[in-house]
């Protein structure tokens, strides 16, 4: 696993997804993907020290849509899944529909190879989608699939509520890797550079796990508590900043939370009526979306996406 030292005051250039290349599309044919032209995204100054207390900016993006997760490219297409079909579209617009009836998607991430992975629960599965919008089964069998994660190992992690399993993208071997113990569910996936655990957001406990995994990422312990967010009890999606603060958006409060690595956790924003985040992906700084927002679809919404600048970059864009 690739080991990151992260400075307190800091400036960076935003990277796309490490240790792995991500998108659907290829960014030097702009032809075919309607290339934004904004290919060198630009430095994040944030001071781990001097950190907001809620959002810079709160903004309800018009075009881009989300189900359970939103996509994002590095030619900047936001790819989400609107109740019917995959779509995607440039931060401004216009939307574009991608793969019609892909299945009923949840969480999404890209693969090694740039393909992207996404979650179908009414299928048990997950599913490998190309450039063109073909899509094949990558496993299948997998329960009530939700969080779905690309690990620094490149494999899939997934999570069913029951179990976690690690998914070999190539060859399609599902191994059940962990379960939380009785009466508590697994919903949510996040890795931290330069740490052996898997964070996992969970179901009616308000509390967030851990499992430790060795260097070959076989488990290494038991699910250990990491943090509690009281009245809280639903995750529907965890991710570090480059502080190394864990977001966490919560369907029973309708809350995003932060855990300080001290594990002080501040409401960070309360969503209101069904505007709130039912997941949470970084921007990567190109065409608008901005590498220190988080983009949290909104299925509540029609499936928009709303953008919530917080004045730090993704914890795996530090180079």
């Not at 994002?72 to 216009?94: M, Q, T």
């Amino acid at each position: 696993m690739i080991l990151f030292l992260l400075a307190c005051t800091s400036t960076l250039a935003v990277v796309e997804k490490p240790p792995r290349d991500s998108g659907t599309a290829d960014s030097a044919d702009t032809a075919d993907t309607g290339d934004t032209g904004d290919t060198e995204p630009p430095p994040v100054d944030y001071d781990c020290d001097a950190l907001p207390s809620a959002p810079l900016e709160d903004n309800e993006l018009t075009a881009p849509r989300g189900y359970h997760d939103v996509l994002i490219s590095p030619d900047g297409y936001g790819y989400g899944f609107d109740g019917s079909s995959l779509v995607r579209s440039p931060h401004d617009g216009p939307l574009e529909v991608f793969l019609p009836r892909p299945g009923n998607i949840q969480q999404m991430d890209w693969l090694p190879d740039g393909d992207m992975v996404v979650g179908d629960d009414a299928a048990q599965s997950i599913k490998r989608i190309d450039s063109t919008g073909a899509s094949s089964v990558i496993a299948s069998g997998l329960g009530a699939v939700y969080g779905v994660v690309t690990g620094p190992d490149d494999h899939v992690w997934v999570a069913n509520g029951r179990s976690i399993y690690r998914v070999d993208p190539t060859t399609g071997e599902a191994t059940e890797w962990s379960r939380l113990g009785r009466g508590v569910q697994s919903h949510s996936l996040a890795f931290m550079p330069g740490d052996a655990r898997l964070f996992i957001g969970s179901l009616g406990t308000g509390i967030i796990y851990t499992v430790a995994f060795d260097e070959n990422y076989a488990r290494a312990g038991e699910p250990e508590e990491y943090a509690r967010i009281d009245g809280s009890g639903w995750h529907d999606g965890v991710a570090f900043d480059a502080c190394g603060n864990l977001f966490v958006a919560d369907y029973y409060t309708s809350g995003l939370y932060r855990v300080a690595p001290d594990l002080t956790v501040t409401t960070f924003f309360r969503g209101r009526q069904l505007l709130y985040g039912h997941g949470i992906e970084w921007g990567n700084g190109v065409g608008g979306w901005r590498a220190d927002a988080l983009y949290l679809p909104q299925p509540y919404d029609n499936n928009t996406v709303r953008e919530v600048v917080i004045g730090v970059p993704w914890a795996w864009a530090v180079e």
